[in-house]
């Protein structure tokens, strides 16, 4: 008796508790079936937002290198969400001056920050005080960072929806990376799950899906955008189940720089060494069950292996990416762009001029033929000649390694996705940018954006939040100095975003180079 009067008196204490955090919090509180959350209203910008609402169960212990599952129900208290969510565990890209076929044990590096590997959280912002009666379009947005590092606070949401004319409601994903996200390999065909960071994103844009209109976002109008790895996630989902995801999880896709390095089967050799690495720096290798061992090392510890086997890869390039794995991925992503087998409906996509840039090593490059095969360690001696060929009128070396890097796996990908969307795609190219150069455009807040010109400004935002809203940029939710934009199909028409000597804005319609098209054949 006494001990069911001590548990009555403990969930009184926590109802009086819960009570008086919502007292002094007007924002509403969101019953999401296994949990209540409420959030916190920023009324500098407008608007409000729920940081830190967990999607997933931490992918910790038994749960490690397997799908995501179902959030334990606690729905006893309420929970506040107002502060932003740990970043999962990150890694560098490779600094390496060759491609190792069998990686070398490194020291591990210190992480910065607080990654954890419990971080299966996302943020949610709507326009206002209270919850939009009339749903609105909805933006999931999946960062970037290589499938190695990047979080969702690094993202503000208020420029996005500021940018909108509160015209959206914004959900900001993490996921798991690197050697906790995309561990290939046989062994975790068989015990685990392939592609555990994309699985998590799914995962989360199913959750998007069931919750959203309880923040008054349309499940029927939800547009996933990403910024390179990012894009390249969208890429993967766009192509996900053979393009026969069901229910669809969204209409349209943003990709800004879409990131698509060489994506091997799962039991492939190379994937498979990956996978022996990291048993042998995990003193796995001695055991039976590889995989069980595997989860019964301390994070930490794996983390340190995360951050060693990742450096020691070759420059520029990450190490654990993405893998056919035969159920989700059921081929290579070039293999069913080709076929037209796609998720979504209408595509709009981005591209630098020099993406390739900052993944080359400006004080030792290659020439293009050595540097082409270090790239693609599957290219044979013609192929790499042939490449070779093709980039050396482009003069320097460093000139030409960049160009293999930018056009090979972020600018003819972009090209793939378009023609597989056929007649409802449109295409953004910014000369002379790098990669990564369009993100202060979107997220102002980041850092100044570097042509700071309002109507520039105004057209650029304006076009993918239109797009969002009613997947036509020229179906502006603002007016700008953007002209009509026809569809890409449509002579491979391209929307220049530009700036003249003096400073002037240039935007202006051009042609896909049939050069650049004939090079990505």
């Not at 009184?12 to 924002?27: F, H, I, T």
């Not at 050697?179 to 015990?191: C, D, I, M, R, T």
């Not at 179906?475 to 449509?490: F, H, N, S, V």
Request: net charge negative; glycine share 8%.
């Amino acid at each position: 008796m006494k001990k069911v009067d001590l548990t009555f008196i403990l969930l009184l204490l926590c109802a009086v508790v819960s009570s008086a955090g919502a007292a002094g919090n007007s924002v509403p509180v969101i019953n999401l079936g296994y949990a209540q959350y409420q959030g916190a209203f920023d009324s500098t910008n407008n608007l409000t937002n729920y940081l830190g609402i967990r999607y997933a169960a931490p992918p910790i212990g038994d749960l490690r290198w397997k799908a995501p599952q179902s959030p334990a129900i606690n729905n006893s208290v309420i929970q506040q969400v107002n502060t932003q969510p740990s970043p999962c565990f990150q890694a560098p890209p490779g600094a390496a001056s060759s491609n190792p076929y069998k990686l070398s044990k490194r020291a591990g590096a210190d992480v910065t920050g607080d990654p954890t590997e419990d971080c299966l959280f996302l943020n949610v912002y709507f326009p206002g005080d209270v919850v939009p009666t009339v749903p609105l379009p909805t933006i999931v947005w999946i960062h970037g960072g290589g499938y190695l590092g990047g979080s969702a606070a690094i993202y503000t949401g208020s420029d996005l929806i500021r940018e909108s004319k509160n015209g959206i409601v914004l959900v900001i994903i993490q996921y798991r990376l690197g050697v906790l996200g995309f561990l290939p390999g046989s062994e975790v065909k068989a015990n685990g799950a392939l592609n555990a960071g994309l699985l998590d994103q799914n995962f989360a844009l199913r959750w998007v899906h069931t919750h959203i209109s309880k923040f008054g976002g349309d499940p029927s109008k939800v547009t996933i955008w990403g910024e390179s790895a990012g894009a390249g996630s969208v890429l993967q989902h766009i192509v996900a189940q053979d393009g026969q995801t069901s229910p669809q999880l969204f209409r349209g896709a943003i990709t800004s720089s879409s990131y698509l390095p060489s994506q091997y089967m799962y039991n492939d050799s190379i994937p498979e060494r990956l996978y022996s690495e990291v048993v042998s720096q995990a003193n796995c290798s001695s055991k039976e069950d590889s995989l069980a061992c595997l989860r019964e090392v301390d994070a930490t510890d794996l983390e340190n292996i995360n951050l060693a086997i990742n450096e020691a890869g070759f420059y520029g390039l990450a190490v654990f990416v993405p893998v056919v794995d035969g159920s989700f991925i059921t081929q290579r992503p070039t293999e069913s762009l080709r076929q037209g087998k796609v998720n979504g409906k209408a595509l709009l996509s981005v591209t630098n001029t020099n993406e390739g840039v900052i993944f080359v090593n400006e004080t030792n490059p290659m020439n293009a033929s050595l540097y082409a095969s270090e790239v693609f360690p599957r290219f044979g001696p013609q192929v790499a000649n042939v490449t070779a060929r093709l980039y050396a009128p482009f003069g320097s070396l460093f000139v030409q390694d960049e160009l293999i890097m930018g056009e090979s796996i972020f600018i003819c990908p972009t090209y793939y996705l378009l023609n597989a969307f056929q007649g409802n795609a449109w295409k953004v190219s910014i000369p002379p940018a790098t990669h990564g150069s369009d993100v202060p455009y979107y997220f102002p807040s980041i850092e100044p954006p570097p042509f700071n010109n309002t109507d520039f400004l105004a057209a650029f935002q304006g076009a993918f939040l239109s797009f969002a809203v009613s997947q036509d940029p020229n179906e502006k939710i603002a007016q700008t100095i953007t002209p009509y934009w026809e569809l890409y199909a449509r002579g491979n028409t391209e929307m220049v975003f530009n700036q003249t000597e003096s400073n002037q804005t240039d935007i202006h319609v051009n042609t896909t180079s049939r050069y650049l098209l004939e090079r990505c054949k």
